[in-house]
Nanobody
Framework: QVQLVESGGGLVQAGGSLRLSCAAS????????MGWYRQAPGKQRELVAA???????NYTDSVKGRFTISRDNAKNTVYLQMNSLKPEDTAIYYC?????????WGQGTQVTVSS
């Protein structure tokens, strides 16, 4: 089992920044890809950004140039730096980790961007 705990969400004005963190614990050996998803009210959960154990990244188009995902393997933590936030970024953000064919989820952290 892998436990994921997110932190760093909150309320911010449009144009502001937030940094999300996700700390992994438990059976962390073998974790490969990690990522951030988000779900806005009435919408499906979508991938925001992902990073492999080797550091390769990918982003959904709407956040390219504004969000940066990074990973500290020594701390078993993945980060999402979010700059130039927009009201449409408002959502619950979930951390995800893949390990041996299973996907694990955090409890989510709320990000609210006011206009």
């Amino acid at each position: 089992q892998v436990q994921l705990v997110e932190s760093g969400g909150g309320l911010v004005q449009a144009g502001g920044s937030l940094r999300l963190s996700c700390a992994a614990s438990g059976s962390i050996a073998g974790i490969n890809g990690m990522g951030w998803y988000r779900q806005a009210p009435g919408k499906q959960r979508e991938l925001v950004a992902a990073i492999t154990s080797g550091g390769n990244t990918n982003y959904t188009d709407s956040v390219k140039g504004r969000f940066t995902i990074s990973r500290d393997n020594a701390k078993n933590t993945v980060y999402l730096q979010m700059n130039s936030l927009k009201p449409e970024d408002t959502a619950i953000y979930y951390c995800n980790a893949g390990r041996m064919g299973y996907h694990y989820w955090g409890q989510g952290t709320q990000v609210t961007v006011s206009s």
